[in-house]
């Protein structure tokens, strides 16, 4: 077994590890568009931060683009959806499945294989895949990050909830498949984000209707393929973290900075899960090298250096420079 497989698994079952396990990731969006440069980019990115485990950090709107929506693009500020596909009753109906090998997913599992190749057994990679919902979200044309991003599908899930759970069932499906294929491709596990469906939009009983199970069966999925670190990335400020807790996974990323959020020594009372967290997007964005090694700190004293990951609350800015995050990353190996 690695040095890194043998850290995570002790940090899994509950040991003190003699320094931070730790992982950052961050969008570099012109590296983003074809699998080849994506896998470049992400064994670079790991081997500048030597961290203990790769997050793939893939081009946030590719299950949008699978089912047809359309962007234009930006190296800078990533993509902006144009168009989208779902417009009525009859176009959640027409949705399909698809094939994990072919479009923006086979790119993916494409990636999956390269990054594998490279890097080997010794670091693990765990591949993105968004919440169903969230797919479902986009697909009806929310941009992301925008005020009233979940509006449309909200008021599609009153008026028509039998064409919206036709979609959710459609979008599980294809996503089951994609899991199983990453992890065929030598992923290790997936990372869901629960990306727009906060606490703020959905009550505790109508995230546990209509998102978690699919987020579940997911997980399962991969599971079924031998997938050993699985993570959920409960997203936004106010997040139904108790829920997070319920899903099939080792690990929980969250914002324990938010303020609405259970800060990370709360949350160790509240679940046995790894929980991955620490460092503001606010202090990175401020590129505050000081206040990121107090977090880093706060942190590692919370959770006693027991069942944590240290990194960011979200992606890290794309715009944050190489030689910020060398140093923090020496910094954290220093806390053990």
Request: hydrophobic share 45%.
């Amino acid at each position: 077994m690695s040095l890194k497989k043998e850290r995570i698994q002790a940090l899994l079952a509950g040991e003190r590890v003699t320094a931070p396990v730790a992982s950052f990731f961050q969008h570099k969006h012109a590296a983003e568009q074809d699998p080849v440069s994506l896998a470049a980019r992400l064994v670079e990115f790991n081997r500048a931060g030597n961290w203990d485990f790769i997050k793939v950090q893939s081009r946030a709107t590719y299950y949008g683009e699978a089912w047809g929506c359309a962007h234009v693009y930006d190296d800078v500020q990533g993509p902006v959806m144009t168009d989208h596909v779902v417009k009525s009753r009859e176009d959640y109906l027409r949705l399909a499945e698809l094939d994990p090998a072919t479009g923006p997913l086979g790119d993916h599992v494409a990636a999956a294989r390269l990054l594998k190749a490279e890097v080997g057994a010794d670091t693990p990679c765990v591949h993105t895949i968004f919440s169903p919902l969230t797919v479902l979200t986009r697909l009806r044309g929310a941009q992301r990050k925008t005020a009233g991003e979940t509006d449309r599908l909200k008021a599609d899930m009153q008026e028509m909830p039998e064409a919206v759970r036709h979609g959710l069932e459609v979008v599980t499906r294809s996503l089951e498949a994609y899991a199983r294929a990453l992890v065929r491709a030598g992923g290790d596990g997936v990372f869901i984000t629960t990306t727009a469906w906060d606490a703020d939009q959905l009550t505790p009983d109508q995230y546990r209707d209509w998102a978690a199970p699919y987020e579940r069966r997911v997980f399962e999925a991969a599971i079924a393929e031998g997938a050993w670190l699985n993570i959920i990335h409960a997203c936004r400020a106010h997040t139904h973290l108790q829920i997070a807790a319920e899903q099939p996974v080792q690990i929980i990323s969250y914002d324990s900075t938010s303020g609405r959020n259970p800060a990370l020594g709360e949350a160790a009372q509240l679940t046995d899960k790894v929980l991955w967290s620490g460092l503001s997007v606010s202090a990175f964005a401020a590129r505050d090298e000081a206040e990121l090694a107090r977090e880093a700190e706060a942190a590692w004293q919370a959770t006693g250096g027991r069942r944590l990951v240290l990194g960011p609350t979200c992606a890290v800015p794309a715009d944050v420079e190489a030689p910020v995050l060398a140093r923090l990353a020496e910094k954290i190996r220093g806390l053990g």
